[in-house]
């Protein structure tokens, strides 16, 4: 049985409200539009709909003919504009530990998202990324994300600490001085995630605008909205997570995921099969998802969507998508477009 659509916490979403008010847009018409009621009640478990939300925001910026809006938004000096978590994030007793805190509790406000941090060596990224491929253009929300979480270190370490470089999962819009005007580093699009990489060195800061008794009041907050609203996360979707994250590779394989959850290959086929689903057809899905979203959201050609989402030749991404939407990639584009 499918389970409930993805949702995000109203406080998280604030900013986009405000500014869509400012410039002569209701927020409540938009989500009825998209037959989404506004909730009336302004607590911390008020939420609408991932995808309702991901697509207001693409229709305001278009409104209001604001090429980078997400990237205008993320750029804030009160933390609370990303509700309880900003202020949990300047909570944090180092920068590292802002960081896991932030990434430890997103889904009590934000459901069916990748958030992770890994170091590696002397350097620390930060990735995000929405996992359902059924919200399709959603450059906004992934510029708005990347550019808050910069926002929120720059504001945690007053400055001293910035990224290295940026990765955004979209193609560049608009000019390219945008990004590195924000980011000020140098800025890579059609990557497998949203990504901030940071040397190592700089997470060991701690803000002078700390207030200690503050985190555990937040996180015993936030973990009690997370045990509220949790649901297990299937086994499925953590293969899928994985697919996504190596989904530009052609040689992404069982015996690769199945070596990144510390399964077996038999075990990772035989827990898939319980949950009446096998590697081969994610494998597709996931590649043949992607490869919708980046057919509308850009001009890129055919031949590079394929490279994009781990074919190595055209000819056998144009007919495993023509056998799911039947008909090719470049006529599936024109007919999108037609519809808007």
């Not at 996360?233 to 190596?246: N, P």
């Not at 510390?262 to 590697?279: C, D, K, M, P, Q």
Request: net charge positive; proline share 4%.
């Amino acid at each position: 049985m499918p389970g409930a659509a993805p949702r995000i916490a109203v406080q998280l979403i604030e900013p986009l409200f405000e500014w869509m008010a400012a410039n002569g847009l209701s927020a409540e018409a938009e989500l009825k539009a998209r037959g989404v009621a506004l909730p009336r009640t302004e607590g911390p478990g008020a939420m609408i709909p991932l995808a309702a939300y991901v697509d207001m925001f693409e229709q305001a910026a278009r409104s209001g003919s604001e090429t980078h809006l997400g990237l205008r938004l993320g750029h804030f000096d009160e933390p609370g504009n990303l509700g309880a978590l900003g202020y949990l994030f300047m909570s944090g007793a180092s920068l590292l530990d802002a960081y896991e805190g932030f990434c430890a509790h997103l889904d009590a406000l934000q459901d069916d998202t990748t958030i992770r941090l890994q170091l590696d060596g002397n350097a620390v990224t930060f990735q995000y990324r929405i996992n359902d491929e059924d919200i399709g253009r959603r450059r906004q929300d992934s510029e708005y994300s990347v550019a808050a979480m910069h926002n929120l270190t720059r504001l945690y370490s007053d400055g001293h600490v910035g990224p290295r470089l940026v990765c955004f999962e979209h193609r560049q819009a608009g000019r390219y001085a945008a990004y590195r005007d924000c980011f000020g580093c140098d800025v890579y699009f059609d990557q497998p995630f949203n990504a901030l990489v940071y040397r190592r060195e700089g997470f060991n800061v701690r803000s002078r605008r700390r207030t200690q008794l503050l985190n555990p009041i937040l996180t015993s907050h936030l973990d009690a909205l997370s045990a509220r609203r949790a649901t297990p996360r299937s086994f499925r979707g953590r293969v899928m997570e994985l697919i996504d994250l190596h989904l530009a590779d052609a040689t992404c394989s069982q015996a690769q995921i199945a070596g990144e959850l510390g399964v077996s290959i038999s075990t990772l086929i035989r827990r898939l099969h319980a949950e009446e689903a096998n590697f081969r057809e994610l494998l597709a899905e996931r590649r043949l998802h992607r490869a919708e979203r980046l057919l509308l959201e850009e001009d890129a050609p055919v031949a590079s969507v394929a490279l994009a989402v781990g074919y190595a030749e055209t000819a056998s991404f144009s007919r495993a998508f023509r056998r799911r939407k039947k008909l090719s990639p470049a006529a599936f584009r024109r007919a999108q477009r037609r519809k808007r």
